[in-house]
């Protein structure tokens, strides 16, 4: 229904107008009626009108002083009233872009016209809005089909590195060297089998990003795609470790609430390698691929440390206090699902690293040692005994010949 407002001084008019066409057959609800210009625009600011008959002459404000401020604060179709002595300030009335004006004393047949001609024109004003809402809507769903269709075939390194830049300026993402990538993924628990029985894959990919834009939506800019093997992907620009551990830990308890238990794995763009986040990318998907049975306490645990072996002072403590849990619970929870103790680890990432390092000639054992996090060229020869079998020197001369 159209929504009428009624302002003229005279209740006979006003009476009058309310009775001279069936208005509700019309499509039209009278939501008021007013004596003055200050009460008509009180009562237009509670109805919201989409027509209005408005006398020109009427008390303390007038017709055209009412218009000039309704037309301000609203987008609706206004019908003057006027008599003939008043023809000069009805041409006034038509420059404040009014729809119509009538005559007094009203003639039913000429305002039947009239408000046909107001239905009309709030007709066709509704479909153009409507399809204006409908193009912007698909304007939006086309970018972020183009956007997420460029992300994917970006992660899937089916984009050229000198490519990436100029569609990253195109499409406006916020993606630079300080981005982080987290992927999330869907794995096995006790609940997943009803879910796999009542969710359609579509439905699941559905609801689970937007578990994730949920989460997201209030606290951080982001950007949230699905890949072609179903993970969910996500870059932010959240700098502080902590709240982005906190992040990825509120979407990991919101999915064991709704869904399944999920995988989380991040990493953070490293100065210009931010331009290969493929790579990265599919560092993260290879881990939760070999590393799906893992917790995300333990999987946020061995990111830490390999992101921070090089500290010599790194220590079960801190690493706990960045996965938010005590030393004891982490160190039983490593024990429990790598079958290696926090040292033990940590070790085992250093040498790793320590191998990688003595293929480059240039680099002495002690810069080695200290390059991965150990004061001693001692204790480190005795940890990369332990860990290949043989000592650095010699496994330096063996890598030679």
């Not at 333990?298 to 938010?324: F, G, H």
């Not at 332990?386 to 010949?401: A, D, E, F, H």
Request: one cysteine or more; aromatic letters at 10%.
């Amino acid at each position: 229904m159209w929504k009428l407002l009624i302002a003229d001084d005279e209740p006979r008019i006003r009476r009058g107008l309310m009775k001279v066409l069936p208005w509700e057959e019309l499509g039209i609800q009278i939501v008021g009626e007013a004596e003055d210009g200050i009460e008509a625009l009180e009562l237009a600011r509670a109805t919201r009108p989409d027509l209005v008959f408005v006398d020109i002459n009427m008390p303390f404000m007038d017709g055209l002083a009412f218009v000039e401020e309704l037309q301000i604060e609203f987008k609706c179709l206004v019908i003057v009233i006027t008599g003939y002595d008043e023809f000069k300030f009805a041409q006034k009335a038509v420059k404040l872009n009014v729809f119509d004006y009538i005559l007094k004393p009203v003639d039913r047949v000429q305002l039947k016209e009239v408000i046909d001609n107001a239905l009309l024109e709030l007709t066709n004003k509704k479909l153009k809005d409507e399809y204006r809402i409908f193009t912007n809507k698909q304007l939006v769903t086309n970018s972020i089909l183009i956007r997420d269709n460029f992300l994917r075939r970006w992660v899937g390194d089916l984009v050229e590195p000198a490519e990436v830049n100029k569609n990253l300026s195109y499409l406006q993402l916020p993606i630079n060297e300080s981005t982080r990538i987290g992927v999330f993924k869907v794995v096995q628990s006790t609940n997943v089998g009803t879910v796999k029985k009542e969710w359609t894959k579509d439905l699941l990919d559905f609801a689970s990003k937007n578990i994730v834009e949920d989460i997201l939506s209030n606290k951080v800019p982001h950007i949230v795609f699905h890949d072609e093997k179903g993970h969910i992907v996500i870059f932010s620009p959240l700098q502080n470790e902590s709240e982005w551990i906190d992040l990825c830990m509120a979407i990991q308890n919101k999915f064991e609430e709704i869904l399944a238990r999920m995988v989380i794995y991040t990493d953070r763009m490293a100065g210009e390698n931010y331009l290969r986040a493929d790579r990265i990318y599919n560092e993260l998907v290879k881990d939760i691929n070999m590393k799906g049975s893992l917790s995300p306490v333990v999987l946020l645990a061995k990111k830490t440390v390999e992101q921070a072996y090089a500290m010599p002072n790194l220590s079960l403590q801190e690493v706990a206090d960045q996965v938010r849990v005590s030393p004891n619970y982490l160190s039983k929870l490593l024990k429990k699902e790598i079958g290696s103790s926090f040292i033990d680890y940590l070790t085992e990432v250093r040498i790793k690293q320590a191998v990688l390092f003595m293929n480059d000639p240039s680099y002495k054992v002690y810069e080695i040692a200290e390059k991965v996090g150990y004061n001693s060229q001692h204790y480190f020869s005795k940890a990369f005994k332990k860990i290949t079998g043989v000592s650095p020197m010699s496994y330096r001369k063996g890598s030679r010949s």
